[in-house]
């Protein structure tokens, strides 16, 4: 069993940053792939990117490409999302997620543990 629970949501203007940060309990944090998701007012949970246990591979959505970041610390037990140029669209509540499988997961559907949420707001 893991337990996430996400933090560093906020308010931001538009071009600004914010990082999220996932906190994993147990540990057996490093046998677990990590993604973040994202879900905006009368949309469906999207991809936003994943790493693999290590750290060492990386995908991400086209949309967020080039802006975002993830990186992982495997002795805190900690996924992060480093956010910037946010924009108006990038509003949503984000998930973080765990994947016990190998390779780097995109579909909701191959998570195994989910975290609450937090929310982020972009204004323009």
């Known amino acids: 069993q893991v337990q996430l629970v996400e933090s560093g949501g906020g308010l931001v203007q538009a071009g600004g940053s914010l990082r999220l940060s996932c906190a994993a309990s147990g540990r057996t944090f490093s046998s677990y792939s990590m993604g973040w998701f994202r879900q905006a007012p009368g949309k469906e949970r999207e991809f936003v990117v994943a790493i693999n246990r290590s750290g060492g591979s990386t995908y991400y959505a086209d949309s967020v490409k080039g802006r975002f970041t993830i990186s992982r610390d495997n002795a805190k037990n900690t996924v992060y999302l480093q956010m910037n140029s946010l924009k108006p669209e990038d509003t949503a509540v984000y998930y973080c997620?765990?994947?016990?499988?190998?390779?780097?997961?995109?579909?909701?559907?191959?998570?195994?543990?989910w975290g609450q949420g937090t929310q982020v707001t972009v204004s323009s």
């Open positions: 997620a765990a994947y016990s499988g190998y390779g780097l997961g995109y579909r909701l559907s191959e998570y195994d543990y």
